[in-house]
């Protein structure tokens, strides 16, 4: 007589449902983490190309100055151009990030008491780093140039050399540091590898049981979620601990993501036994919409409408949540009652259909 788990070996499915979870969190967390973007880097890589028309008529120019307060301001590199046309040029051959004009009366306009226009330039065909700093430097410019007006004119109201530094400095404190560059994404690589290794590690053991005896199927659906996703979250854990050099996160990492895992895999293939592979259809985008949905890259609030409606019915970004209390240490917990209740359905949904099926034969 023969056991679940012998049957199971013999399927041409058990190598692929035993091995794919593991390198799907394996590689993806490698080339993820090993990786990481530096903001800091990004920032002073960017490059801000800079036209000054400004004639005067005063010496020495108030554009001048601002142009040193924008370089003490700002993390960009700062790059002089001599027109306009060949600013656009440098933008246009992705020399420079955007481009700032300052206008012939800027000096002239600075000390009076009108208002001031700078022109702005910027493009979407650059990398996606320096498209989204270009959107946001009309803001920050804006800002910066305001200030230095105003403490030039408060200046001249006063008869006094203008201050060249900032009005207001900050005591930065930071509540939650990241311990390297990999701890910044990690949360968003162990959320993605989650959804997506226990949906494929689902569909290979829903497919490679398919043809078992009821009972030894729906037996073989509940235990192997736990001892494939238990390897496979061991991986992950290990390479984001090796990546972040918080080891002392290591058995957190693991059990968390084990637990998810596991509790997701139950439920897909509780689905894929009422439903079939079609679930997919439901399954594959909130797998795929992860990077939005689970709220590690980005708040539920700044997703399309659309897709807030659904991060705000459905917690996903809790798991996210959870998993950056594990690598930073802040305040948030796996959300158990979803989880737990998305497990009992899948194995509800396959204990059950695999009892149902039983008996319907049975009586045949």
């Known amino acids: 007589m023969h056991s679940p788990s012998s049957d199971f070996r013999r399927s041409e499915l058990f190598k692929p449902a035993i091995i794919v979870p593991t390198i799907i969190m394996l590689f993806f967390s490698l080339f993820n983490l090993t990786a990481p973007q530096d903001p800091a880097r990004i920032a002073s890589s960017f490059e801000l190309g800079i036209v000054n028309q400004d004639i005067g008529p005063s010496l020495p120019l108030a554009s001048t100055q601002a142009i040193k307060g924008i370089s003490k301001s700002l993390p960009f590199r ?69 200030t230095f007006v105003s403490n030039l004119r408060l200046a001249k109201s006063n008869n006094k050399a203008p201050n060249s530094g900032l ?23 162990m959320s993605f590898t989650s959804w997506l290794a226990s949906m494929v590690g689902s569909i290979l053991l829903f497919l490679g049981t398919k043809q078992m005896p009821f009972l030894n199927r729906a037996y073989l659906r509940t235990i192997g979620p736990i001892m494939i996703m238990g390897f496979a979250s061991l991986v992950l854990a290990l390479v984001v601990s090796l990546t972040t050099l918080q080891w002392e996160a290591f058995l957190m990492i693991w059990l968390s993501v084990w637990l998810v895992c596991v509790c997701l895999s139950w439920f897909f293939l509780g689905v894929f036994e009422i439903i079939g592979l079609s679930a997919l259809l439901i399954i594959l985008p909130a797998v795929q919409y992860q990077s939005v949905l689970s709220g590690s890259m980005m708040p539920i609030s700044a997703a399309p409408e659309w897709l807030e409606y659904i991060g705000n019915a459905v917690p996903f970004d809790s798991i996210g949540a959870a998993y950056r209390a594990v690598i930073f240490g802040s305040d948030a917990s796996l959300p158990y009652t979803w989880l737990l209740g998305s497990a009992l359905i899948g194995l509800f949904l396959s204990w059950g259909s695999a009892i149902l099926k039983g008996r319907m034969k049975r009586r045949r």
Do not use: C
Not at 100 to 118: G, H, M, R, V, Y
Not at 170 to 179: C, N, R, V
């Open 167 to 189: 009005l207001i400095t900050a005591d930065i404190e930071t509540l939650y540091s990241a311990k390297s560059l990999a701890s910044t994404p990690s949360p968003f690589v």
């Open 78 to 146: 700062l790059t002089l151009i001599d027109d306009r046309e060949s600013a656009k040029e440098a933008l246009s051959r992705g020399d420079v990030g955007a481009i700032l004009i300052f206008p012939e009366n800027f000096t002239q306009l600075a000390f009076s008491d009108k208002n001031l226009t700078i022109e702005i330039i910027n493009s979407q065909h650059l990398t996606i780093s320096e498209t989204q700093m270009a959107a946001q430097l009309p803001s920050t410019i804006q800002m910066v140039l305001s």
